[in-house]
Each structure stands twice: as structure tokens, then as C-alpha cells.
Nanobody
Framework: QVQLVESGGGLVQPGGSLRLSCAASGIDFSFNTMAWYRQAPGEKREFVAQ???????NYADSVKGRFTISRVNAKNTVYLQMNSLKPDDTAVYYC?????????WGQGTQVTVSS
């Protein structure tokens, strides 16, 4: 059974930082491209960042220079370090694992940026 479990969300003030984690099980983690998406209330889910099996990364323009995605294959875990957070970053953040035509999603973790 495939499971992706996100953690690390919470309430943070503008300008603050959070690190999200996504622990995977039931997949061959090192062969999956891993990504983070987010969905704000009333909005469509949007791409945030991706890291490939070869550790190449790409980011949405809105988070470039502020967010960093990384992975530790030995721990079956992908991370999202979020710095200089803004109220517009408020959303539920989802982890996705992809291999070929198969995608798996986590249940999401809430990030709220507010003073």
C-alpha cells in the first residue's frame, strides 16, 4: 500500500520559515520524481517545486529564491524548506510521487502565514 505522509505545516508569521516533510512508503522512492503542490481556498491546486531522480530541481516563479526542495533517498523522504514566507503562501501543501504514468498523492498539510 502506497502512503505519502506530509508533516511540518503550521502557523507562521510573515517573513518566517517552515520545513515540510513527506515520508513515502510502498513505492521505490529513489525511482520516483517527487513534487510539492499547494491549494489555497477557492483556488486550483498549483505546482510549487519538483525534484527528479537525478536531483534536478525546478520551481514555480512565485517561490523561486525562497523555497528549496530536497530529497534523502535513504529516508524515503522529500523536504520543502520555505523561507521568507508571505500571506499568499497560505495553502494546503501536498506531496506527489510520480513514476511513468502513475501518480500518488499525500493527504496534505496546512500552512498558514499570518500575523
Amino acid at each position: 500500500q502506497v502512503q505519502l505522509v506530509e508533516s511540518g505545516g503550521g502557523l507562521v508569521q510573515p517573513g518566517g520559515s517552515l520545513r515540510l516533510s513527506c515520508a513515502a512508503s510502498g513505492i521505490d522512492f529513489s525511482f520516483n520524481t517527487m513534487a510539492w503542490y499547494r491549494q489555497a481556498p477557492g483556488e486550483k491546486r498549483e505546482f510549487v517545486a519538483q525534484i527528479t531522480v537525478g536531483f534536478s530541481t525546478n520551481y514555480a516563479d512565485s517561490v523561486k529564491g525562497r523555497f528549496t526542495i530536497s530529497r534523502v533517498n535513504a529516508k524515503n523522504t522529500v523536504y520543502l524548506q520555505m523561507n521568507s514566507l508571505k500571506p499568499d503562501d497560505t495553502a494546503v501543501y501536498y506531496c506527489k510521487a510520480s513514476r511513468g504514468l502513475r501518480d500518488y498523492w499525500g493527504q496534505g498539510t496546512q500552512v498558514t502565514v499570518s500575523s
